[in-house]
């Protein structure tokens, strides 16, 4: 059940990051609201991939970046969801730890990356029908 909980999570997350970034993002919490939709689906995305992970009984990463590395090296998703997946968490980590860094492309980049991601978050929706 948790799984489906962190599902819904990161989509609706991702949506509203999604409907955000068409408002005027020069409005200080038009923007801070954005980062914190994106620092959240980011969450909820590891979330899900540390579950798909331990369901599968595969190696437990060390890192958040690993933990899409670990899906990709077992075929679970493909190297670009990966890619997307390990980007995602630098730019969360910006989010979290160094907040004033983060720019507004960078904030675009992450809503489209959220969107690269599918293959994990169909894994997911058959793994939680199979548990």
């Given at each position: 059940?948790?799984l489906?909980?962190?599902?819904?999570r990161?989509e609706?997350?991702r949506?509203?990051?999604?409907?955000?970034?068409?408002?005027?993002?020069?409005?200080?919490?038009?923007?801070?609201?954005l980062?914190?939709?994106?620092f959240?689906?980011?969450?909820?995305?590891i979330?899900?991939?540390?579950?798909?992970?331990?369901a599968?009984k595969?190696?437990?990463?060390?890192?958040?970046?690993?933990?899409?590395e670990?899906?990709a090296?077992?075929?679970?998703?493909?190297?670009?969801?990966a890619d997307?997946?390990?980007?995602?968490?630098?730019l969360?980590?910006?989010?979290?730890?160094?907040?004033?860094?983060?720019?507004l492309?960078?904030l675009?980049?992450a809503?489209?990356?959220?969107?690269?991601?599918?293959d994990?978050?169909?894994?997911?929706?058959?793994?939680?029908?199979?548990?």
């Amino acid at each position: 059940m948790r799984l489906v909980e962190s599902i819904a999570r990161f989509e609706n997350h991702r949506q509203a990051a999604s409907n955000l970034k068409e408002k005027d993002l020069s409005d200080y919490f038009v923007f801070t609201a954005l980062a914190m939709e994106c620092f959240q689906a980011v969450n909820s995305l590891i979330d899900i991939g540390q579950a798909v992970i331990a369901a599968r009984k595969m190696t437990v990463p060390d890192t958040y970046r690993q933990v899409f590395e670990v899906l990709a090296r077992h075929g679970v998703i493909s190297s670009e969801a990966a890619d997307a997946g390990r980007r995602l968490v630098y730019l969360r980590n910006l989010i979290a730890h160094e907040y004033h860094l983060i720019s507004l492309e960078e904030l675009l980049e992450a809503v489209e990356l959220l969107f690269e991601v599918d293959d994990l978050i169909n894994v997911a929706r058959q793994e939680a029908k199979n548990s």
